[in-house]
């Protein structure tokens, strides 16, 4: 069973930036995808970002596209999301998930292992 713990969040104002990590346990880490999905208030959670289990494939959603950048660091079972440009619409818990495959994909019922999840607030 993986377990993940993500850390990072914040308050940031609108144009700021802040870098999410997960470190992942308990699951041979580079074989699987990862991805981050955030969740606001009142909305279902939304894919954001996913990243392969090698790193080379990468898949964003519209609206984080050209200002978050998804990676991994295989020896150190970590994945991370750098977000620039931050807008309030932002503002959201961020979940980083594991799945079992080995390609990117926005499909949550595919993600088997969620963290606890990290705030992200940006002010306008």
């Known amino acids: 069973q993986v377990q993940l713990v993500e850390s990072g969040g914040g308050l940031v104002q609108a144009g700021g930036s802040l870098r999410l990590s997960c470190a992942a346990s308990?699951?041979?880490?580079?074989?699987?995808?990862m991805g981050w999905f955030r969740q606001a208030p009142g909305k279902e959670r939304e894919f954001v970002a996913s990243?392969?289990?090698?790193?080379?494939?990468?898949y964003y959603a519209d609206s984080v596209k050209g200002r978050f950048t998804i990676s991994r660091d295989n020896a150190k079972n970590t994945v991370f999301l750098q977000m620039n440009s931050l807008k309030p619409e932002d503002t959201a818990v961020y979940y980083c998930?594991?799945?079992?495959?080995?390609?990117?994909?926005?499909?949550?019922?595919?993600?088997?292992?969620w963290g606890q999840g990290t705030q992200v607030t940006v002010s306008s």
């Open positions: 990243i392969s289990g090698g790193g080379g494939s990468t």
């Open positions: 308990g699951r041979t880490f580079s074989r699987n995808a």
């Open positions: 998930a594991a799945t079992r495959i080995g390609t990117t994909s926005r499909d949550k019922s595919l993600y088997d292992a």
